[in-house]
């Protein structure tokens, strides 16, 4: 009899032993039956990594098309109506698709910090943020970049309604424009905006950086789905949970070939790459607090009519990410 109970409990010790083993393995057996989804892409340095997607998604019986998108705005749209199930896009969107009514939307993760970035003219520095005061600023509301820069203004004192806001419309490449040009003395912009006027010798980073923002952060993006193919499919969005932590640690791993693709798919100098992602921090924590903030500075400033900090927790899920990490949701930055 003794011999059995030892024998029993020796099974019963090696199944609990192995059965986290069992588990991740079970996150990496392909899908029964193939799947075509839509992946929204965007030529952003830390969005770069997902053209390594299609390749890692197949091993799970996943076949990937890439659609592109110019704007965060337009790749939430196309999420929100279910045209794409998965894209990133900005920590804010969620926020604004809800502060109109879209309730589709789920982040399951976040990609990580540095891409937006401040501009000035080579050879000029703002160091502390009371040099602000009397520069000419380009912004564009309503970009993320534009976000860290309003609340790192509140935050050190100023108000932004009386500094000397001029507004881009276009892309980054009109702000730059306007730096040359004099027309602007700093863009609040983002990459790779930056690393080509400092390859090209007329720009540089000033003292003073807005993704030290408290009431932001430094959150680049989230990845999210589409709520109805993620109650359809929650096996696919496990897999291309685990297929997306596996493109960012490649992209860790490898910047040289991270900076190639980001080069070639957006038709950039490696160089001008190179510099675009090296401030630029791979990091699936998606911290929810700095994601309530958002909203509710969204709101306060009239950005969207209502605040929905309240309320946001219920579109962003920790489980997928959980899984595939074996993290809490503390870990990956529920409280954060």
């Not at 039956?33 to 997607?53: E, R």
């Not at 939430?76 to 998965?86: F, K």
């Not at 730096?179 to 930056?194: H, R, S, Y």
């Not at 496990?238 to 190639?260: G, H, I, N, Y």
Request: glycine letters at 8%; aromatic letters at 6%.
């Amino acid at each position: 009899m003794r011999n059995a109970i030892r024998s029993l409990t020796a099974v019963l010790v090696a199944l609990a032993l192995t059965a986290p083993v069992l588990a991740q393995s079970d996150l990496r057996a392909p899908l029964a039956q193939p799947l075509k989804i839509k992946l929204g892409m965007l030529n952003v340095p830390a969005l770069s990594p997902l053209w390594l997607m299609p390749e890692q998604a197949a091993k799970y019986n996943i076949q990937i098309e890439n659609v592109m998108f110019q704007r965060f705005a337009d790749a939430r749209t196309a999420l929100v109506s279910g045209d794409i199930q998965i894209t990133a896009f900005g920590p804010q969107d969620i926020s604004l698709a809800l502060g109109q009514g879209a309730k589709t939307l789920v982040g399951v993760a976040g990609v990580g910090s540095g891409n937006d970035c401040l501009l000035v003219r080579k050879g000029e520095d703002i160091k502390d943020w009371t040099g602000v005061a009397d520069k000419r600023i380009g912004i564009g509301a309503g970009s993320i970049s534009w976000l860290k820069f309003a609340a790192s203004v509140q935050e050190n004192g100023l108000q932004y309604g009386k500094l000397k806001i001029i507004n881009i419309v276009g892309g980054g490449s009109n702000y730059l424009k306007a730096l040359q040009g004099k027309e602007i003395d700093m863009a609040v912009v983002w990459q790779p905006f930056c690393a080509q006027a400092i390859v090209e010798g007329y720009g540089a980073y000033p003292t003073v950086d807005h993704n030290r923002s408290k009431t932001v952060g430094s959150l680049i993006a989230v990845l999210a789905v589409n709520r109805t193919f993620m109650e359809k499919s929650p096996d696919a969005v496990q897999r291309l949970v685990v297929s997306f932590l596996d493109v960012l640690e490649l992209a860790r791993t490898d910047t040289a070939r991270w900076a190639k693709i980001y080069a070639e798919k957006a038709g950039l100098p490696e160089n001008v790459a190179a510099e675009s992602i090296r401030i630029t921090r791979l990091d699936p924590t998606l911290p929810l607090e700095s994601i309530k903030r958002i909203s509710r500075f969204l709101s306060d400033n009239g950005v969207i009519t209502r605040d929905v900090s309240g309320e946001i927790a219920q579109y962003y899920t920790y489980d997928f990410l959980s899984k595939a990490t074996g993290r809490s949701a503390e870990q990956l930055g529920l409280k954060q």
